[in-house]
Each structure stands twice: as structure tokens, then as C-alpha cells.
């Protein structure tokens, strides 16, 4: 698959999660995916297929709700394609609103018009390192 189609998937991707959430996500990640935690975080680990996705995002709407994403930009990284991004939600018992606004980038690794992999970096800088480029 050709770069910019890899960086219309990834859009695509996101453009989905605001319209139907994970089911809609689903449709675009590869059965066999991986999407790996960074280390620092609670739910840190490697959760594979869509099952183990399905997993992950309910450990974060056990203590989250009006979880969301939004993409900062897309890099193009030939199989890869590099997301910088915010993420946002609100404590389930605690109402306290969070965020990730310091540089959380995601790894998106496309494989024959699906997404194969997804690894999360607390620095833009470690993202752009993994996959292959340097800022």
C-alpha cells in the first residue's frame, strides 16, 4: 500500500472513532492487531485482536467516561504513519477531568489496508525514533 493511502487509512481510523466509536474502529484494524500501552501507564502490555482492544478500552471506561481522541497531525513514515494526539475523559466516580496534552504520539503500522500495530510513546520525539525518523 502506498504511503499517503497508509496516511488516509489512519485518518480514516480516527474520522471513525468520532462517528461510531470502537465498533466503527474495528473495521479498519487488522483481527490479528497488537496495540501496545506505554510502560509508565496503569494498563501498560501488549493487547492483541480485536478482542484484547476491546479489553483496553474497557479498563479505560471502567474509570473514564467522554473518552476521547483527537489527531494532531499525520506523518508519513512509509509502513508506518505517525499520530501525535490529545486524548481527554472524565473520572467515572471522581468527575475530574483529564487529558494528555504533553506529546502522547501513537505508531500506527499498516499492513495490506489494515492497521497491524498500534504503539504508544509518551514523546513525540520516541515516535518519530521508532518509526524510523528523526525531528
Given at each position: 500500500m502506498m504511503a499517503s493511502a497508509?496516511?488516509?487509512?489512519?485518518?480514516?481510523?480516527?474520522?471513525a472513532w468520532g462517528r461510531g466509536g470502537l465498533d466503527?474502529?474495528?473495521?479498519?484494524?487488522?483481527?490479528?492487531?497488537?496495540?501496545?500501552?506505554?510502560?509508565d501507564l496503569p494498563d501498560a502490555g501488549t493487547y492483541h485482536g480485536h478482542e484484547g482492544v476491546r479489553?483496553?478500552?474497557?479498563?479505560?471506561?471502567?474509570?473514564?467516561?467522554?473518552?476521547?481522541f483527537e489527531a494532531q497531525d499525520y506523518i508519513d513514515a512509509g509502513d508506518r504513519v505517525v499520530v501525535p494526539l490529545h486524548w481527554w475523559g472524565r473520572g467515572r466516580l471522581s468527575g475530574v477531568e483529564v487529558a494528555e496534552h504533553q506529546g502522547e504520539t501513537w505508531v500506527f503500522t499498516v499492513h495490506d489496508g489494515r492497521?497491524?500495530?498500534?504503539e504508544e510513546y509518551r514523546h513525540k520525539q520516541q515516535a518519530l525514533e521508532a518509526a524510523g525518523l528523526a525531528e
Open positions: 497508509n496516511l488516509d487509512l489512519v485518518r480514516t481510523t480516527f474520522a466503527a474502529v474495528l473495521a479498519f484494524l487488522d483481527p490479528e492487531v497488537d496495540w501496545r500501552v506505554r510502560a479489553r483496553l478500552l474497557a479498563r479505560f471506561e471502567e474509570v473514564l467516561e467522554g473518552i476521547g492497521i497491524t500495530e498500534v
